[in-house]
């Protein structure tokens, strides 16, 4: 059994900051890559950002220098600390593994930057 539940979404102005968190449960979470993502309406699921076991990060281009990805194993949680936001960053996030295991997918947090 695979569980992953995101928490930390909300409503923000533009340029403020927010800190997801995802905590896993029935998995052995330190072994494996992790990744945010988000899906805003109209479009697909995008990978945001992904952290390797080893802590190795990459971003999308969209979001490099204003996005933070880590992890605590010893917890099994990942976060996302998410600064200077702009609209555009406005979706729903999920955190899953990298790569994504489809039967992994949680309910996701809302995200909502605006004025």
């Known amino acids: 059994q695979v569980q992953l539940v995101e928490s930390g979404g909300g409503l923000v102005q533009p340029g403020g900051s927010l800190r997801l968190s995802c905590v896993a449960t029935?998995?052995?979470?330190?072994?494996?890559?992790m990744g945010w993502y988000r899906q805003a309406p109209g479009n697909q699921r995008e990978l945001v950002a992904r952290?390797?076991?080893?802590?190795?990060?990459n971003y999308a281009d969209s979001v490099k220098g204003r996005f933070t990805i880590s992890r605590d194993n010893a917890k099994k949680t990942v976060y996302l600390q998410m600064n200077s936001l702009k609209p555009e960053d406005t979706a729903v996030y999920y955190c899953?593994?990298?790569?994504?295991?489809?039967?992994?997918w949680g309910q996701g947090t809302q995200v909502t930057v605006s004025s």
């Open positions: 899953n593994y990298f790569p994504a295991q489809r039967n992994a």
């Open positions: 029935g998995s052995a979470f330190s072994i494996y890559g």
């Open positions: 952290i390797a076991p080893g802590g190795r990060e």
